[in-house]
């Protein structure tokens, strides 16, 4: 193979990996991007992030096919419960192309999910957050702000995040 053929499929080969890497996975500290989602079930409605100023988010990315989903989603709405009237709230985002295998993973849930469920069925915006695995959640501020950007699901995770939670909790009210 010549030099010039070996150095342009090196570079080709590069340049495509290129394109299935976002350009910039957000970050603690960054603005969480915006979208707005459609709702999942028929109580869901539509989800706009930029509405829930003034409110901490949790936002959860997951899929039906996700075993530590199973998990993890109940262990969230214990929080949500106990949180809310707080200022906390929750979107959970699947990516379910159909959309009828989310909507049998949630029906099979013991506790039927009071927080928003949407749907990000193109996966647009799993890539706007640099999304590679399946649970990842992103804690955001009142201001908009990504504070905690969490990957898969273990035991103790609940407890992380409840700690990031209060913490955020009490800065806002002693601000």
Not at 60 to 71: N, T
Not at 100 to 107: I, K, P, R, T
Request: charged content about 25%; some cysteine; overall charge negative.
């Amino acid at each position: 193979m010549n030099k010039l053929f070996k150095s342009l499929l090196i570079s080709s080969v590069f340049s495509l990996s290129l394109i299935a890497i976002p350009a910039t996975a957000v970050e603690e500290g960054m603005a969480a991007p915006e979208f707005t989602l459609p709702g999942v079930r028929t109580n869901d409605m539509d989800i706009t992030l930029s509405e829930l100023k003034g409110k901490i988010v949790y936002v959860d990315f997951w899929a039906s096919w996700c075993a530590p989903c199973l998990r993890s989603l109940p262990e969230i709405h214990v929080l949500y419960e106990q949180y809310r009237d707080q200022g906390f709230e929750v979107v959970a985002i699947t990516i379910d192309d159909p959309v009828e295998d989310a909507l049998d993973f949630l029906n099979d849930l013991e506790t039927p999910l009071s927080y928003h469920v949407v749907l990000d069925q193109t996966a647009e915006i799993m890539d706007q957050y640099g999304v590679v695995g399946m649970p990842t959640s992103f804690l955001i501020d009142r201001e908009g702000i990504i504070r905690k950007v969490h990957k898969g699901f273990r035991e103790g995770d609940t407890q992380l995040l409840e700690q990031a939670l209060l913490s955020l909790l009490a800065q806002e009210t002693a601000d």
